[in-house]
């Protein structure tokens, strides 16, 4: 038979699965010898029965009994009992702390008869009673009943505004006695009973609540933000009152052994007299600092301190700690590792390390490559006055503040002259790269946190915000409107926050990151605590971690930055954006070539070109591997737009003039249209049908590396094929690279060092991949391609119309896009990685996909044996971190 209740003294701290994080820890203090008022825990799996069948087990009710009994007998009260009642707290407490989502009932026990029974117990204190029952009488009705809570707060107020007071402590016995007479009448009117007078009712009605509580809205939509399993429930505390509302001798408070905002070593909290434990968070009355407790009630504090200590040593770590203090008694209510600021936790793991209490390797597991991503990001000034103008999503985090302009040109001709701007758009495409690269930061108003604008933002480290749909952008008109008639003009300055998707008018002040300043290696930032630690962890995070990281680049300037990142060399350089800007003409005439000798022509003309743009990045990470991509979108996504091309070919045509060029692209932009180009003629496709592309890129990426070698450098390239389904496809593109390299030996005298791999990115490549590798010396999975192959859906389309409605019905517990789908797209990995290393046990395997800067997949890219993982150039110490993290054991990035 199931065991679903426990006494505070049969568990311990590491049993959270089983009776929450409150009762575990509840469990551990008791064993401690601290003073912790008697109780027992309903645990988590009552909860999921519960939840199942729509009703509580059959034999918790008699568990439960057997246990209040117990408790009853070692207070020697029975629960509510007239002449000297037993009160108790029913209170939930999850796996995670879920803090505010779930319900609390205390002063369980109150009845009609038992409120004269408490005064009696506390020398005649009636008030202190009535103090007690209205309480009960207002959580209970509110959270148990499901009546809103101002409907109570209204009618307390209204009494203390006709006594002529703000504080509830002015109110005597009389007033509470008629706001008691008010509630249990307010009660019956909202739900047709009677308060219930029953002591052992009213525990099981709230018990019964704390369970409910679980699905409640605001509890789901905490576990979606904060990724908490959905099937975990929720544990219920029973535990016997103590007082901190029963005089100017009580009170109750939060104490934290550091400060959860900088880390500091101190005395930090509140405290408030004559109060109970809902006083705080409501903040009816202003608390005092904890330290001011020293001058109420010395011995209490002295105590506490002592306590506090204990805690930190036991639990090695920051505590956050409830307590109330009984007519000077000290009680423990609670205790946590507490929650901390991005900078805090990075301080905290490395004092704890210099006190002995952990380990290096315990240090790393700390701490989360999201914080070091909060500690990356330029932020606004938390000081500074702003005017708010739009909400949208906060697709790329850090502060930016510019002009707003409206296209790419202007973008790059302002910022060229020294000026900040903010690059607006509806929505942006791989023709505003040089705009979006100019700019500060990136707001559109149509997109989501994966559209074509916040996926180049972050691997660009541009701050941007997507989706701010209240904004009306004219793009034309250089203007945009907010909802309440707000005009933003070209030029006017702007500020977004892409860490929290709000827009502002005006001017923000921002601050830097000193963090960032030490990777790129700025020296004055070294001697900075913060920077001390972040860098003491990074190091350690190095020798630890097995997966090696690279940096998907496209540029010099992005391929030096990421190798001041740490980078470890360049896993993705995407070629198709060195075919836009001036270029994209001598893209057109190779699309427009009507016979060979024009297409090679065109392709002798972005020989050169492309040969400058790798011999820089090869020069940028010399002595480091750089894989190259070959083209992959279809080529229509270079002509202009099939619409803007049929006006202007519509206005030739009015006019009389006709066979323009325009009239040509638009028969090319024709002829290339695809209903689905995801599906269509891209990839390796493209290296077949054209000839000469695919050898034209080859030939430059191999003259560039000759070109290295002969001025003494150390070139690693790595020819990756996208979008290949069977080795015949890469077996075909190999034999041309292979006689590219060849001739270039023959010319130069220097054949230069190069593997050929591809992009695993098809389901139909996972099932072959045994075959593939045969043909191929890596793979480097693009999870954005799979997932999206995988899931049958293009995230370009489909992430404003569902994913919203996915996310709230629970489909996704995270955008796939965002976070790898390990049971799905994952286990495709998997197989891969066995059958590619079955046939070759040399291949080299890593990934490339958006999925290799976030921290959760790489922990999953870690398990299977990747090689390595590739993200942006600003993602990059994040991997690091994520992948030291797995290095040390830690199973996942929680």
């Known amino acids: ?401 510019g002009r707003a302009v409206f296209d790419s040109d202007t973008a790059v001709e302002w910022a060229g002259r020294g000026e900040q701007v903010i690059l607006v758009r509806r929505e942006t495409n791989p023709d505003d790269l040089r705009g979006m690269v100019a700019a500060r930061g990136i707001l559109t108003s149509r997109g989501g946190k994966t559209s074509h604008a916040a996926v180049v933002a972050r691997g660009m480290g541009r701050t941007c915000v997507c989706g701010a749909d209240s904004l009306t952008i004219d793009v034309r008109g250089r203007s945009m409107r907010t909802r309440d008639g707000v005009e933003i003009t070209e030029g006017d300055p702007i500020s977004i926050d892409g860490t929290t998707g709000e827009v502002f008018s005006g001017e923000v002040p921002v601050v830097d990151s000193l963090v960032v300043r030490h990777f790129e290696g700025d020296q004055d930032a070294a001697g900075d605590e913060l920077v001390a630690a972040v860098a003491r962890i990074m190091e350690h995070a190095d020798r630890t971690r097995r997966l090696a990281v690279r940096a998907n680049a496209d540029t010099p300037d992005d391929a030096l930055r990421a190798r001041r990142f740490g980078a470890q060399g360049i896993g993705l350089c995407r070629t198709e954006h060195m075919f836009l800007g001036d270029r994209k003409a001598l893209v057109e005439n190779l699309i427009l070539a009507e016979s060979t000798d024009e297409q090679e022509k065109a392709l002798a003309e972005l020989l050169p070109m492309q040969r400058d743009d790798f011999l820089g990045i090869l020069e940028a990470m010399d002595g480091l591997p750089v894989t190259v991509r070959l083209i992959d979108p279809p080529l229509h996504e270079f002509l202009p737009d099939y619409t803007d091309l049929s006006v202007q070919v519509a206005l030739h045509d009015e006019r009389g003039h006709r066979d323009t060029k325009e009239h040509t692209l638009l028969e090319a932009v024709k002829r290339l249209h695809e209903e689905n180009p995801m599906l269509g003629l891209r990839g390796v496709r493209l290296g077949i049908v054209i000839p000469g592309l695919f050898a034209m890129q080859s030939r430059a990426i191999l003259e560039a590396a000759a070109l290295r070698i002969k001025a003494g450098g150390d070139p690693h390239p790595e020819i990756m094929i996208p979008l290949v389904a069977s080795v015949q496809e890469l077996e075909l593109v190999r034999a041309d690279i292979e006689q590219v390299a060849g001739e270039i030996e023959e010319s130069t005298g220097v054949r230069p060092s190069f593997s050929v791999g591809t992009m695993i990115e098809l389901p139909r490549a996972v099932m072959a991949a045994g075959e593939i590798a045969g043909a191929a010396e890596f793979f480097s999975f693009g999870t954005n391609d799979l997932t999206q192959m995988t899931w049958g859906f293009s995230r370009d389309d489909v992430e404003a119309s569902f994913f919203g409605t996915y996310l709230e019905k629970g489909v996704f517990g995270v955008s796939p896009f965002e976070s790898l789908d390990v049971e799905g797209v994952g286990e495709l990995v998997r197989q891969a990685v066995e059958r590619g290393r079955a046939a070759r046990p040399d291949l080299h395997l890593g990934v490339c996909g958006e999925h290799g800067g976030d921290p959760a997949s790489i922990h999953f890219f870690d398990e299977v044996g990747l090689d390595y993982v590739s993200c942006s150039p600003f993602r990059v110490p994040v991997a690091r971190l994520e992948a030291g993290r797995s290095g040390t054991g830690l199973s996942d990035s929680a």
């Not at 006494?7 to 575990?24: N, T, W």
């Not at 009389?174 to 706001?179: F, S």
């Not at 900078?343 to 793991?349: D, G, K, L, Y």
Request: proline share 4%.
């Open 1 to 401: 038979m199931t065991k679903y209740v426990y006494d505070f003294s049969e568990g311990g701290k590491d049993q959270k699965d089983l009776l929450g994080g409150k009762g575990a820890n509840l469990a551990e203090m008791t064993n401690l010898g601290l003073p912790v008022p008697p109780g027992f825990t309903i645990s988590t799996d009552a909860c999921r029965a519960y939840l199942e069948r729509g009703d509580e087990p059959e034999e918790l009710a008699a568990e439960v009994g057997e246990h209040l009994a117990a408790l009853e007998k070692a207070m020697g009260r029975r629960l509510g009992q007239p002449d000297g009642p037993l009160l108790v707290s029913v209170r939930s407490g999850a796996k995670f702390s879920m803090p505010g989502m779930m319900e609390t009932v205390l002063n369980v026990g109150l009845n009609d008869e038992s409120v004269a029974g408490l005064a009696a117990m506390t020398g005649g204190d009636e008030r202190f009673a009535f103090d007690s029952y209205r309480r009960l009488l207002q959580m209970f009705g509110s959270t148990v009943l499901g009546i809103e809570p101002s409907v109570f707060a209204e009618q307390l107020d209204r009494l203390k505004e006709e006594r002529g007071t703000t504080s509830d402590l002015d109110l005597d016995v009389d007033d509470l006695r008629a706001l008691v007479a008010t509630y249990k009448r307010l009660i019956e009117e909202h739900t047709g009973s009677p308060f219930p007078q029953d002591p052992r009712e009213q525990m099981d009605l709230a018990v019964r609540a704390v369970f409910d509580s679980w699905n409640t809205e605001r509890a789901v939509l905490y576990r979606r933000q904060e990724r908490i399993p959905g099937d975990l429930g929720t544990a219920v505390n029973i535990c016997s009152m103590v007082f901190g509302n029963g005089g100017m001798d009580s009170g109750t408070g939060v104490a934290f052994t550091r400060d959860p905002a900088s880390g500091a070593q101190g005395v930090y909290g509140d405290y408030l007299q004559n109060a109970q434990g809902e006083d705080v968070v409501a903040g009816i009355r202003n608390t005092v600092p904890l330290a001011d407790l020293a001058g109420i009630d010395q011995a209490s504090y002295d105590e506490l301190l002592g306590i506090m200590e204990t805690l930190e040593q036991h639990y090695q770590d920051l505590c956050d700690i409830e307590f109330t203090i009984e007519r000077g008694k000290l009680w423990m209510l609670q205790t946590r590792v507490g929650k901390r600021t991005a900078e805090a936790a990075f301080r905290i793991a490395c004092q704890l390390v210099d006190q002995g209490l952990i380990d290096m390797d315990e240090a790393v597991r700390r701490v989360t490559g999201a914080q070091l991503a909060q500690l990356m990001f330029p932020r606004f000034d938390g000081d500074a006055e702003r005017t708010l103008i739009a909400q949208g999503m906060n697709a790329s985090p850090g502060a930016a503040v």
